[in-house]
């Protein structure tokens, strides 16, 4: 089994910043792919960003340019700066992993969700 741990979630005012962190501990191989993702009410789950184990990361539009995410690879954990907060950006933010297991089954994790509110 393998578990991610999501914390830096709080409530900061528009124009601030925040930092997330998402560290995977467990049954991991390998780590193929961490990301982001993040839900507002009444609205589904999007992508905010991804650090694939082959460095090509991706962002949301909404997010480009304002948003970092990197990982450091020997803590199995990933990082997302984010800065020129929106109210916009207020959501449940959710860390997602796609995780080679020591049974070497590639399963698919989710945190449990850290919140993020900007107030205006």
């Known amino acids: 089994q393998v578990q991610l741990m999501e914390s830096g979630g709080g409530l900061v005012q528009a124009g601030g910043s925040l930092r997330l962190s998402c560290a995977a501990s467990g049954s991991i191989f390998s780590i193929k792919n961490m990301g982001w993702y993040r839900q507002a009410p009444g609205k589904q789950r999007e992508l905010v960003a991804t650090?694939?184990?082959?460095?090509?990361?991706m962002y949301a539009d909404s997010v480009k340019g304002r948003f970092t995410i990197s990982r450091d690879n020997a803590k199995n954990t990933v990082y997302l700066q984010m800065s020129s907060l929106k109210p916009e950006d207020t959501a449940v933010y959710y860390c997602?992993?796609?995780?080679?297991?020591?049974?070497?089954?590639?399963?698919?994790?989710w945190g449990q969700g850290t919140q993020v509110t900007v107030s205006s």
């Open positions: 997602r992993s796609i995780v080679l297991t020591t049974a070497q089954r590639m399963t698919l994790y």
């Open positions: 650090a694939p184990s082959d460095g090509n990361t």
